[in-house]
């Protein structure tokens, strides 16, 4: 059982700064990804970063070089940091975990219960 805690979201102007971060607690052997979705009103929910168990960061298009990934795995958690936030940013932020339970082979994913990002003027 893997429990998530978010932090980070709020109100902030277009070209503002945001970090997100997410810690992962609970019994469970290793996690593989983790990364952070979200969703806006009105819309599916959409990837928009993923960091491996080996580092490799995966960002959706509208963020590239925009956004950055990054992780601490003696914390087992993830950071998310948005620069150059767009009003089309604006959505809750569900942190995602990839990780094995103790006595279990495969891996089973968690949700956050997501934080707020508001990109307004």
């Known amino acids: 059982q893997v429990q998530l805690a978010e932090s980070g979201g709020g109100l902030v102007q277009p070209g503002g700064s945001l970090r997100l971060s997410c810690a992962a607690s609970?019994?469970?052997?290793?996690?593989?990804?983790m990364g952070w979705y979200r969703q806006a009103p009105g819309k599916q929910r959409e990837l928009v970063a993923l960091?491996?168990?080996?580092?490799?960061?995966n960002y959706a298009d509208s963020v590239k070089g925009r956004f950055t990934i990054s992780k601490d795995g003696a914390k087992n958690t993830v950071y998310l940091q948005m620069s150059s936030l767009k009003p089309e940013d604006t959505a809750v932020y569900y942190c995602?975990?990839?990780?094995?339970?103790?006595?279990?082979?495969?891996?089973?994913?968690?949700w956050g219960q997501g934080t707020q990002v508001t990109v307004s003027s």
């Open positions: 609970g019994r469970f052997f290793s996690i593989s990804d």
């Open positions: 960091i491996t168990r080996g580092g490799s960061p």
């Open positions: 995602y975990c990839n990780a094995r339970p103790f006595g279990r082979y495969d891996y089973e994913g968690s």
